[in-house]
């Protein structure tokens, strides 16, 4: 919903504005700051629940106590119910149920909130910054830290406007499949990612110093229910969880794919949707090469939605790749080709809709990866599962979903990863979510009763294959000369941790891939050159 900044004992001039401007696409629709000292907290809104009211920073009654919060949480009307004998709201945001449970539990009043979000409390008659970030990690939260300075962000370029920083870029980072092992280390050297399931506390009068505290984690545990019993609890948390994922006082919309996830969550919102819902899918126009054949069936029989087809034009990809880096501020081409995909649907979508659901987690939930079956060793699948939650699901895909929805102004909701739902769907058998090998075994036996047979058995594909977008980058690829490789400034990239799988180019063609994404990022945030098309990384 938001894009949120802040920083301590930073003394450049206007940083407030640059930073806001930077990450104005996050919040389109309003601004604010407040500076207390030495203190500035900001942000850039998005208006999603109490058009009216809900500006922020939101501050306490006696105005010594201010919050600026990105994401929903989604529990908010329960909250304001437990507390409505004992504070008053003078808004009706979710945002401000932060702060009233922060004046009544401190730190605490994180374990009562559902939801997606990053937020920072200035806390000014303590001295202190309050910064915390969801279960999971769906909303992005970035930190700089240098002597006695500190920023943070929802994005890495918003710290960037601090001009003392020069920033350096991570080459151990510049291999794909490494982030799966860099702990919470970003693309660039001087910034630092705020682990999920977190909050610190930072002192606003003292030296630096940041205390980091752990408020949740995930249990791995195996729980005993059956396939049946199972298959209850996922219909009944699943609809719950897209009950209140739809709590919006503007429209929401559904990312729809042909495949199982966005599908049952396009029949469990649908189910719980005031009226008639827009669906969207990206493809390619020609025949075979999309969808739209899957996605209209479920929407005109399941959703009875107003389905949008979104064509895909190569003659946008060059002057395309650039944005979406930008936008995305990862250098990693396994996800290029989707991200692309993702900012041309989402170019699309702004012109109707600010809230989108999607079905993102449901491969990292249910097993629909490849590398789910490489090994039939109990201990081997659980610590797969495992490199997903802590590594790929929060260090890659949800960052790809949310840069590159909220650089159109969208906020992506995620049913699926609701921590209630998360909590029990991660302690579902592993013989149930590898039945037979078959990806996603327990969600698609679950998803056959409300959709038809084909969608919710449907082989998973990869997506930009599908559309030709693979194939159409592998063969300009093939045709740049090696002596404009050559040219580039950065040649020699670390090797990867291990083998990629489920990789669609040559291992050749690949390599040459990864020289090009590593160098996009290098002009966009260390040389901050204004880039047009990707051939003018070669020029």
């Known amino acids: ?42 942000m850039t809104r998005l208006s999603i629940i109490d058009l009216e009211t809900g500006a922020q920073p939101i501050s306490n009654e006696k105005q010594d106590i201010f919050i600026v919060c990105n994401g929903e949480i989604y529990n908010y009307l329960e909250i304001k119910e437990e507390l409505k004998n004992k504070v008053s709201f003078k808004t009706n945001s979710d945002v401000e149920c932060i702060l009233k449970l922060y004046e009544l539990y401190s ?4 374990e009562k909130l559902r939801g997606m979000f990053s937020f920072a409390i200035y806390d000014a008659k303590k001295s202190i910054l309050f910064i915390a970030r969801d279960r999971l990690g769906i909303k992005p939260l970035y930190y700089y830290r240098k002597n006695n300075e500190f920023i943070f962000a929802s994005e890495i370029k918003a710290i960037l ?51 980091k505290f752990k408020y949740w984690k995930i249990s791995l545990n195996e729980n005993n229910d059956g396939e049946k019993e199972t298959i209850d609890k996922i219909v009944k948390n699943l609809d719950y969880s897209c009950k209140i994922h739809l709590r919006s006082d503007v429209p929401v919309g559904l990312m729809l794919s042909g495949g199982v996830d966005s599908n049952i969550v396009g029949y469990f919102g649908n189910k719980n949707y005031k009226g008639k819902f827009n669906s969207y899918t990206f493809g390619n126009p020609k025949n075979g090469l999309n969808e739209f054949q899957a996605t209209n069936l479920t929407s005109k029989k399941i959703f009875k939605s107003n389905q949008t087809d979104v064509h895909l034009k190569f003659e946008d990809i060059f002057t395309t790749m650039p944005k979406v880096m930008s936008a995305l501020e990862v250098s990693e081409p396994r996800i290029f080709e989707s991200s692309l995909a993702t900012y041309l649907l989402m170019k699309k979508v702004k012109n109707k809709e600010k809230v989108i659901l999607c079905g993102e987690g449901a491969d990292e939930l249910f097993g629909g990866y490849p590398g789910f079956f490489s090994s039939k060793n109990k201990n081997k699948l659980i610590n797969e599962y495992k490199r997903h939650y802590y590594g790929g699901l929060y260090r890659l895909q949800l960052k790809r979903l949310d840069k590159l929805t909220m650089a159109h102004g969208i906020e992506a909701r995620v049913p699926f990863l609701d921590h209630i739902f998360f909590e029990y769907a991660s302690g579902i058998k592993i013989n149930l ?30 997506f930009t294959v599908g559309t030709g977008l693979t194939q159409y980058i592998t063969n300009w690829i093939s045709s740049i000369p090696s002596k404009s490789f050559n040219r580039l400034p950065i040649k020699n990239l670390p090797p990867p941790k291990e083998k990629i799988w489920n990789q669609s180019h040559s291992e050749e063609n690949f390599k040459k891939y ?18 047009s098309t990707i051939e003018d990384i070669f020029r």
């Open 161 to 211: 406007e601090y001009k003392k920083i020069n920033p350096s870029i991570n080459k151990k980072k510049l291999f794909p499949h490494n982030y799966f092992f860099m702990d919470l280390q970003t693309h660039i050297n001087e910034v630092l990612e705020h682990e999920p399931g977190t909050y610190s506390i930072i002192k606003t009068n003292e030296e630096i110093n940041i205390k």
């Open 1 to 42: 919903m938001c894009g949120i900044f802040g920083s301590i004992n930073i003394k450049q001039n206007n940083f407030e504005k640059d930073a806001i401007k930077s990450i104005k696409h996050r919040g389109p629709d309003d601004d604010g700051f407040i500076k207390d000292k030495n203190v500035i907290l900001g």
């Open 433 to 462: 979510r590898n039945k037979s090998g078959i990806l996603k075994y327990i969600l698609r036996k679950m998803s056959e009763k409300y959709l038809p047979h084909e969608i919710a058995w449907r082989p998973k594909e990869q």
């Open 107 to 110: 730190f605490k009043c994180l």
């Open 514 to 531: 990864n020289l090009i994404i590593s160098n996009l990022f290098y002009f966009t945030f260390i040389e901050k050159k204004k880039i």
